[in-house]
Each structure stands twice: as C-alpha cells, then as structure tokens.
C-alpha cells in the first residue's frame, strides 16, 4: 500500500468522525438517550445490565430484580438491536466501568444478521447515540450498517422519526381512556398449559437428537461471531453471564436446537452461568392474553410475572436469596373516571406496604396504604408518574405506564 493510500484513508476516517460528530450533536438530545446510558456515561454502571432487543426492554423489570435480589439492575436494550448492536453495547459499556453480571435475552440471535429489517436497523440509531465516547459509537454505527447492506443501513439516517425528532414534535394517538394506540395489540386466547407442553416436548426431543443444531438450524455465522465476541468480553474483563428466553404466545419453539447450540456455546466460557427458555414454565407463570402486548412481547402485567420466575431462577443458579416477603410490583391499571380524572392503581406482593404517588418528582400522595390515586393525568403521559413502595426497612421506585407498556 503506498503513501498515498494510506493517507487517503486516514483522511476518509477523519472526515466520516467529524460528520459523525456534526450530526450526533445536531440531531439527537441528551434528553433522548436511555436513562441508562446517562448513567454510564457518568462512570456509574450497575451491578446488572440487562442487553438485547424489545423483547429484553419489555420482558424485564429491573426494579423488581434489585428488591428481591439486592442488585443494581438496570436496562441496556433497543428495539431490532442484533447481535452485533449487542456485543456494541456491552463493549462500550465496559468502557467506563465493569458490571458484575450481564443477562441477555436470546432473540437478539434468533435472526439473520443483514435480514433485520428496516425498522429494525433504523430504531437501533438511538441506542447508537447514547453511546459514550466516538469510537464506541462509529464502530456500532458500521456494524448496523451491515458488512453487505450498507445503503440500506445508510438510508436509515434520514429517517424522519427518528433523526429529526428535535423539530417534529407530534402525538400519540389515544384511546377513550388516555391509553396510546399502536394498533397491534395481543388479541383472543391462547392455552399456556397447552403451550408449555409442547415447549417441553420440543426441548426433550431436542436434547435426545444430539443437539445437532447446525445441521436443523441455519445459523448466520455472523451471529455466532457476534456472541463468541460478546462471551470473550465478559470472560476478559471477568463479567458473569446469562441467558434467558422470554416467552410468547407462540406454541412452537422452533429455536430449541438453536439455544442448546447457544448453550454449548457459552459452556465453552468459565463465566457462563445458565440458560433458560421461560417458554417451559409458561402455565407456572400464570400468563395469560392480556399479560402480552402482542404475539411477542409482553405488557407490563406479563413483565412483572415473568421478572417474578426470573428472580427466583436466578436465585437458584447464583445462590442468592429472593426475598419474596418484601413488597414487591406487581402490575398496575388505569381506569378512566369522570371529569377528565383517572384512577392509577399499584399493584404489589406482601403485606402491609404503604405507597407514595409522585408526580414529576413532587408528592402529590403521601406514604399510606392506599395503593391507588385519582389525579388529572392522561395516561398518555403516564412515565412522569412514579410510585415509591416500601415494606419495613424495603423500598423501591417504578414509573408507572400504561397499559400497552411496549413502544417500539
């Protein structure tokens, strides 16, 4: 390579970082990045990070994982984010500080690597730019981009939702009763006893076949790239690992021998702790319809079950103790009342726990037993109320949502 190669390189580098940077400080608000990466980006990085895409971000309540188990738990997920946008994350974030733990949920693997779609690779700009430090951030920008989908993944940042956000403005359509409207909703019924078995059926079928993956499921080699990286990292800077799969409303499991494969995997590295595909306790976990925002994600009622089995497996795999008796969230409801008033209800496990509404970070109801409060709040607006419950010595804060929790 001659010298002038070389410095044509270097000059081509230089220039897509200051673009970069042009635009990152033009289009994007520190307002917008993931309260979890406001924290890191200060150094503060929690005990547990929890990576992955919508189904990471609606499946798990990192507050109820810090009051049963005693650690610092925050999400680090985006929508579409592939494995690639996974490792990206976790690798910056170890840039400022190690977590002890991270836990990863499975479908951020489960797709081809340049086969995510637009949407996809669009929404996983503004995790991009939450970022801290350039080099993290022009390093996750080429792999979203794609290795051989580059002009679809360049078309992506002229999307008008997403990087012209700061002069758009707009609103979310509602329903009569404040709640947002995103037209996909979980609909009829389905039978979790029914779905548990066949998930059981399927995991043993796959166990007796000799976990023959690579020949029963196509895996993307960037994929599997993509995780070795991600395993490597934790076993460099010695951060547990875990792996989980939310369930769904779906019957099949299609990707048994592709999480046995992803086992055998991860097996490979001493920082491995477990996996699970929560699919097997499904009946356990006393889900039902309304528990799941669509066939795929799950509503906030369905997270807090699902982050209540998840406590107590991740207790059992670590030798931590769930502290059950503590009060502890276990869903919430809006009901629209009269004169423009709604009613927001806390629902929580334990006894004799007492609650305190705060609205903006001001007490608009102060600690009692009353779990519920009545105020003139369009549930559309619901994040700027949180609920503060404590039992005895215990205390933890949630923001309240509404209903349909799962805004991608």
């Known amino acids: 390579m001659t010298r002038k190669n070389v410095l044509s390189i270097l000059c081509f580098a230089l220039v897509f970082a200051l673009l970069f940077a042009a635009a990152d400080s033009l289009l994007h608000r520190e ?63 170890l ?67 997403l990087m012209w956000k700061r002069w758009r403005g707009g609103e979310t359509a509602t329903a009569e009763d404040g709640s947002s409207l995103l037209g996909w909703h979980a609909t009829g019924s389905f039978d979790a006893v029914q779905t548990q078995q066949q998930a059981e059926a399927m995991w043993q079928e796959s166990l007796q076949t000799g976990l023959n993956a690579r020949e029963k499921w196509q895996f993307d080699e960037r994929n599997l790239d993509e995780f070795h990286r991600l395993m490597r990292l934790a076993q460099t800077h010695g951060v547990k690992v875990v792996l989980a799969k939310a369930p769904t409303t779906a019957a099949g499991q ?71 008796k503590q009060a502890l969230y276990a869903g919430e409801r809006v009901e629209s009342l009269s004169d423009g008033l709604w009613r927001y209800t806390v629902e929580s ?31 559309a607006e619901a994040s700027r109320l949180s609920v503060d419950i404590r039992q005895g010595n215990a205390q933890s804060s949630i923001a309240f949502m509404t209903p349909n929790t799962c805004v991608l």
Not at 35 to 58: M, Y
Not at 123 to 142: E, F
């Open 254 to 324: 299609y990707g048994c021998d592709w999480l046995n494969y992803l086992q055998l995997i991860a097996k490979e590295y001493d920082v491995f702790l477990g996996l699970h595909d929560f699919h097997l306790d499904i009946a356990q976990m006393d889900l039902h319809v309304e528990d799941f925002y669509d066939s795929s994600h799950l509503s906030r009622s369905g997270a807090a079950r699902f982050t209540r089995a998840f406590c107590a497996w991740l207790a059992e795999i670590t030798g931590r103790k769930a502290e059950w």
């Open 95 to 161: 840039s400022k500080g190690k977590p002890e733990m991270i836990i990863v949920e499975t479908n951020a693997y489960s797709f081809d690597y340049d086969a995510t779609a637009l949407y996809h690779k669009g929404t996983a700009l503004s995790n991009i730019n939450g970022m801290p430090g350039m080099i993290n951030r022009i390093r996750s920008a080429y792999h979203e981009f794609g290795y051989e989908s580059i002009p679809q993944g360049a078309f992506q940042l002229l999307r008008a939702d």
């Open 349 to 379: 496990t334990g006894a004799n726990a007492e609650y305190r509404f705060m609205l903006d970070g001001e007490t608009v109801q102060d600690w009692s037993s009353a779990n519920s409060a009545e105020l003139a709040l369009n549930p």
């Open 31 to 93: 307002e917008e990045y993931s309260a979890t990466w406001k924290r890191i980006r200060k150094g503060d990085v929690p005990q547990v990070l929890i990576l992955g895409n919508s189904h990471a971000f609606c499946s798990f309540v990192p507050e109820m994982i810090e009051t049963a188990l005693g650690l610092d738990t925050a999400l680090l997920a985006t929508s579409g984010l592939n494995s690639a946008g996974t490792a990206d994350s976790f690798q910056a974030a």
